[in-house]
């Protein structure tokens, strides 16, 4: 008999995904909305959409939320993708959602969650050794070794040496991060200041072929990128960078640099970069794999 598991949550800087899951293992339908400055609010609300009769709510066994930043204990410590410099007790601020007895609320940090997705149906089943490096309103990289998950990853907050546009602030608060130069904040913030004409991000790659103006914000973010698969391919040999989140997955042909581009920075040789199979919903297969593992 199929009943529902768990409702699994992927809260990011722009957007937030959520879904209910079978015992099976099978996804119902997935609600995705721009994440709001109240995010525990919506995560209650898009809870109840998810339309659980109480029934179904009380037999519920895992709610997991996998989120920005380092999560200790279900203490979200910090998420600047989510403005969130203090720490924040998750498990606790989400208790109202807990009506059956053996529910358990699971917190993650979503690359740790998302690695576990790769690990289990992506790249995991032919790479033993690999990054899975997220591109979206922040950056970070999760670490496989020996087809095992290993911790670390904070890539992003690594200074690089900006050709354009020297101390860039991050936020995190220090300058000349990469993530100040090609996460979608450090986009943004570039788009302001070299030409406040554009709106998004989106706008900026369409002009990107048109416009001299796009093709500098575009350059700086790529040649950020170079620096930082460089800093990685440097720091551990591995068989494949695997790129996610939602500039990663939908502006790859612009924001990842050539081969050529990276072993400008790198010793270590270039390894295969793909991006991976599993989409925008890996976030949320993440999410499962974190409960059942």
């Known amino acids: ?52 009769s109480t029934e179904e709510r009380n037999h519920l066994d895992y709610i997991v939320v996998a989120t920005p930043g380092p999560v200790r204990d279900g203490m979200l410590l910090s998420a600047p993708p989510l403005g969130l410099k203090n720490s924040l007790d998750l498990k606790k601020e989400l208790a109202s959602l807990v009506t059956g007895k053996s529910t358990e609320i699971i917190v993650e940090n979503d690359l740790n969650a998302a690695v576990l997705a790769e690990l289990h149906e992506g790249y995991g089943k032919q790479w033993n050794n690999f990054y899975l490096l997220t591109l979206s309103t922040g950056i970070g990289a999760g670490i496989v070794l020996n087809g095992k998950s290993v911790k670390g990853g904070e890539f992003g907050h690594s200074p690089i040496n900006p050709l354009e546009y020297p101390d860039q602030r991050c936020s995190c608060g220090r300058t000349n991060c990469w993530s100040a130069y090609a996460s979608g904040k450090g986009i943004e ?33 790529n040649n950020a990128n170079a620096q930082g698969l460089a800093m990685m ?13 939602s500039l990663g997955l939908h502006q790859y042909n612009l ?32 999410a499962y794999y974190r409960a059942i593992s």
Do not use: H
């Not at 391919?233 to 989140?245: R, T, W």
């Not at 050539?258 to 919903?281: C, F, M, Q, R």
């Open 1 to 52: 008999m199929s009943y529902i598991k768990m409702q699994v949550f992927d809260l990011g800087g722009t957007w937030i995904r959520a879904a209910n899951i079978s015992n099976e293992g099978k996804f119902g339908s997935i609600i995705k909305e721009p994440t709001e400055e109240d995010f525990i609010g919506q995560i209650k609300k898009i809870s109840g959409q998810l339309t659980l």
């Open 189 to 221: 913030s570039l788009i302001k200041k070299i030409y406040p004409k554009y709106e998004t991000i989106e706008e900026v790659c369409k002009a990107y072929k048109k416009e001299e103006a796009a093709r500098t914000i575009i350059n700086i973010a």
């Open 255 to 286: 924001l990842i640099p050539s081969n050529i581009e990276i072993e400008e920075y790198a010793i270590n040789s270039i390894p295969e970069i793909v991006k991976t199979k599993l989409g925008d919903t890996i976030g949320l297969l993440g």
């Open 233 to 245: 391919i440097n720091a551990l040999e591995v068989e494949g960078i695997v790129i996610m989140g």
